[in-house]
Each structure stands twice: as C-alpha cells, then as structure tokens.
C-alpha cells in the first residue's frame, strides 16, 4: 500500500475514534446531574464534531487522490479547551463529593482514558508520516491533550478526596 494508501487508514482510524469518543460523551449526558458537568459534555461534543469535520476534510481530498495541503488544516480553527473557571471548577468538585457521584468519577476517568489514548495514537501516527499530514496529527494530538488534561485534572481530585474521605459510621 502506498503513501497515500497509509495515510487513508491512519485518517480513517482517527475518524473512527473521534465517533467513539463523540458517541460516549452523549452517552455519559445521560447519566450527568449537574450543570457544569452537562454543559462541560456539550462544549466536547462540540469538539469532537469539529475533528471530525477536520478529519473527514482531510479523508475527502486523499481519496480524491490529492495531496494534503496545508489550507486544509487553517480551514478549522480550535479555541483553547477552557470547560470551567477556577470556581466552577471548585464548585463542581465540591457537588461531586456532597452527591457522592462515583458513576461520574468512573464516567470521567473512562473519557479520560479515551482522551489519552486518542491523543498517543496522534503522536505516534505523526512519527510514521511527514509533512502536511504530520502536522494535522500534530494538532489533533494537541486538541487531545487538553482535553486529556481536563478529565485527569477531574478524576484525579475526586479520587483522592474520596480516599481520604472518612467512610462508616
């Protein structure tokens, strides 16, 4: 399989990953009791449907045989991923501990693993390739991070609150 052949697979992979995390994350609306966290979902999805747009972009024009240009990638701009401020962040832990919401807890560090993992597959995808299709991976590896970040940030606070938590009577 050619250059061209490989970068449809990897593209084509990324796309089916972005499903899976965009799939998830309105899955997880469902079972989501507080504001911040619904509306913190949203604005994900609203991500994850602006890589897929991006990918498909860059899927479309290497199945119409061209080469990947960088005005491809300068046609999709991404905002820094900013879900809470310091308070609502604050604000947010604090409704997880007084709600006891261990489903949430496993809902966040199991969208962080797919963050995670979406995000080394970019960097390693972007060590096999050069140029134009490098730097898309590059930037999607990017957009990952932060939101790998932000569900750690998360997991990591309330997992550690619940263990120091004094638990019986």
Not at 49 to 73: V, Y
Not at 118 to 146: C, F, R, T
């Amino acid at each position: 399989m050619g250059t061209q052949g490989n970068l449809i697979k990897i593209f084509e992979y990324a796309l089916n990953q972005e499903y899976t995390g965009k799939g998830f994350f309105e899955f997880s609306l469902q079972r989501m009791g507080f504001g911040a966290a619904v509306s913190a979902f949203k604005k994900l999805i609203e991500e994850e449907e602006k890589h897929i747009a991006f990918i498909t972009k860059i899927l479309d024009n290497l199945k119409r045989g061209e080469s990947l240009e960088p005005s491809t990638m300068k046609q999709i701009t991404m905002e820094p991923t900013n879900f809470f401020d310091e308070r609502a962040k604050s604000e947010f832990l604090e409704q997880c501990i007084q709600g006891s919401m261990v489903p949430d807890v496993t809902v966040f560090n199991t969208a962080w693993l797919i963050e995670k993992d979406i995000s080394e597959y970019y960097s390693n995808a972007a060590m096999q390739v050069e140029g134009p299709a490098k730097n898309a991976l590059l930037m999607l590896a990017d957009w990952e991070k932060g939101h790998e970040k932000f569900f750690r940030e998360f997991r990591d606070k309330i997992s550690e609150t619940y263990s120091r938590m004094p638990w019986g009577g």
